[in-house]
């Protein structure tokens, strides 16, 4: 008998969270400076999820907005605009019981975070449920 292991199985099995998929947010963008840069992330074929969070990782972020398009050209826009540390969590926050087309989310990585992790850029993961 097989049983099915590896990390995707682990993060797909994650107490009824299915793992959408992760991004850098940048420190600053070469158009906007220390702005919030707006990020795309494409959700495969569903029949809809009730919650969405975000996890930080590495390093704290500022989160601006969050927008959920739905296959239906609807829209949930969740407006933020706050820090979030490394090692925690934005939301979950309910959804349409809908399928999801996608996420945009304007946010960057925070420059002055003594408590970062790394050198480098956040992670931010995406989940639904």
């Known amino acids: 008998e097989q049983r099915a292991s590896g990390e995707a199985f ?3 099995a994650s107490q009824g969270w299915l793992y959408l ?5 940048v420190f600053f963008s070469i158009k906007k400076g220390l702005g919030y840069e707006t990020e795309t992330i494409s959700v495969a074929r569903n029949w809809g999820f009730s919650r969405l969070r975000l996890d930080v990782k590495d390093r704290a972020i500022s989160l ?3 927008v959920v398009i739905y296959a239906d050209d609807t829209e949930d826009v969740f407006q933020i605009g706050q820090k979030i540390e490394s090692g925690s969590t934005y939301g979950p926050v309910n959804l349409k019981q809908k399928p999801i087309q996608e996420i945009e989310v304007t946010y960057r990585s925070r420059l002055l975070d003594p408590d970062a992790k790394t050198k480098g850029r956040a992670f931010v993961e995406f989940w639904v449920q």
């Open 10 to 12: 682990q993060r797909t």
């Open 21 to 25: 998929g992760g991004q850098h947010p």
């Open 64 to 66: 601006n907005k969050v």
